[in-house]
């Protein structure tokens, strides 16, 4: 098949029948069509639609395979699939962090770097060769859930386990007990990417592997919804873009022994990521999204400018400056980590880790100051915004008397104000600020571990032979 349309895409997770609970009701029927799902999945189908109407960009240089599944070998193929990860990530105004090129990024790293699984090698071969040619679309889950700092309970039997792990191995392949945290689009997905969680010695908690996600014994705890309820007019946003998080749950599920790519090896657990170029491959399509991300919130702010005739204010001018620059470190970032990319040594090319470390701790810190500059042009207009039922009631006049601008109406000047506050002040927005602040690790750890890979040695003797200083040798 190749590639998928969006068709084939809500018809594959329909028939799934992936157990999902929400407020505590297990989902029934189709995914597709429940309130809280039907948003997120539409716009993941319009994404592999818009791949029918820009096969250049979106489909691989044969013509075949989605675009994310091109395996890189030199600078301009990857400069390719940023161009076309970009292109997406405008269609979704950036807010998909498991939009489909996010963890098939991490399957094809994996596989171009095969190699280091070992006995394993081509069980990942295979993962890939089928998630290619069915288009899957995955979510993932590698962190455990934190009881203490521990991040699991003492062990116990098997029953009580928590934190998932190996409770029995078969002929048939190892069985997993226990949960995972956060699977963004968990039960919304074709396949489950499990990585290892932790710095386990164990080996029963030290596993790789890749499960369809309707296997017998698997589960998807959901948070309630922030898109049930909505409309596209109030909620513009959450009505499209709620991903939805959740929780897996573990329930004596066989994964077969061809679909594990990493069990009982510490070693490997610890590299996986750097070393397959994994990580690299990931934080490259998370700063690429984010550049589009950044944007649609410069939009933003100078069409709200512009609708309250606030343009020629110098302090507006340099809130909207600065979102501007963001959009534009971001941008140099990527194009300084296309450039210093490099072959690895399984020949796939990999964009400089350390650049998109740096511009993924640029926007920990930048996100919540842009919400923030929206919020001050908006101001006491992002608090009292009529609906969309009141723009169809006897108050209609009313409205469109007050609330309109010198050059645009009061309706479309509400759309826009809405489209602010829900992504700055409702729980949508507030779940994207935290999103972007922690999702690829802790704000301390990252600039910690920056700093220790960093080369500072040759600034420092700069400055040492500037000043005659006699560095002494650690």
């Not at 396949?191 to 969680?197: E, G, R, S, T, Y």
């Not at 897996?248 to 790519?261: A, E, G, K, N």
């Not at 170029?277 to 400018?305: D, H, P, V």
Request: one cysteine or more; a negative charge.
């Amino acid at each position: 098949m190749g590639t998928s349309s969006g068709k084939d895409y809500m018809d594959r997770i329909d028939a799934l029948q992936n157990v999902i609970w929400l407020n505590g009701e297990k989902i029934k029927g189709n995914v597709s069509e429940h309130p809280a799902f039907n948003g997120i999945i539409q716009s993941k189908a319009a994404l592999y639609d818009e791949v029918q109407h820009h096969s250049d960009l979106l489909m691989d240089h044969t013509k075949q395979f989605n675009f994310t599944y091109e395996i890189p070998r030199k600078k301009d193929e990857l400069k390719k699939r940023g161009k076309a990860i970009r292109h997406w990530a405008t269609k979704t105004a950036g807010m998909l962090g498991r939009s489909p090129d996010y963890v098939s990024s991490a399957i094809m790293a994996m596989a171009a770097s095969s190699t280091f699984f070992g006995t394993y090698q081509q069980n990942m071969n295979r993962i890939f060769a089928e998630a290619r040619e069915k288009d899957y679309t995955f979510t993932h889950t590698f962190i455990n859930p934190q009881v203490s700092r521990k991040f699991y309970w003492p062990d116990g039997d098997d029953e009580t386990v928590i934190a998932a792990k190996v409770i029995d191995e078969t002929e048939e392949g190892i069985v997993i007990q226990g949960a995972r945290m956060l699977a963004t689009q968990g039960g919304l997905t074709d396949q489950l990417l499990v990585l290892p969680a932790g710095s386990f010695t164990d080996p029963s908690y030290l596993f790789g592997f890749c499960i369809a996600s309707n296997t017998p014994g698997l589960s998807f705890v959901c948070r309630p919804s922030y898109a049930e309820g909505t409309t596209s007019f109030n909620d513009p946003l959450a009505s499209r873009f709620d991903e939805g998080d959740a929780m897996v749950m573990f329930d004596h599920v066989l994964v077969p022994w061809d679909r594990v790519f990493l069990y009982g090896d510490s070693d490997a657990a610890a590299v996986i990521k750097t070393e397959t170029g994994m990580e690299a491959f990931l934080l490259y399509q998370s700063a690429n999204r984010q550049i589009a991300k950044t944007e649609w919130m410069l939009g933003i702010a100078q069409l709200m400018a512009e609708s309250l005739v606030v343009t020629e204010y110098q302090h507006i001018q340099e809130k909207i400056s600065e979102i501007a620059m963001a959009h534009e470190i971001m941008k140099g970032f990527v194009l300084a980590a296309e450039e210093e990319g490099e072959l690895n040594a399984r020949g796939l090319f990999v964009p400089n880790g350390l650049k998109l470390k740096m511009a993924f701790h640029y926007f920990q810190k930048a996100y919540p100051r842009l919400t923030d500059i929206l919020t001050l042009i908006g101001a006491s207009g992002l608090i009292a915004i009529p609906s969309e039922k009141d723009f169809q009631s006897a108050i209609e006049p009313s409205l469109s008397l007050t609330l309109r601008g010198e050059k645009i109406t009061a309706e479309n000047k509400v759309k826009l104000f809405r489209l602010a506050w829900d992504l700055t002040m409702s729980a949508f927005g507030s779940r994207q600020t935290l999103y972007e602040q922690m999702f690829f690790g802790d704000p301390v750890r990252t600039p910690v571990s920056l700093y220790g890979s960093y080369d500072k040695e040759v600034a420092k003797e700069k400055i040492a032979s500037f000043l005659n200083i006699q560095l002494e040798e650690e």
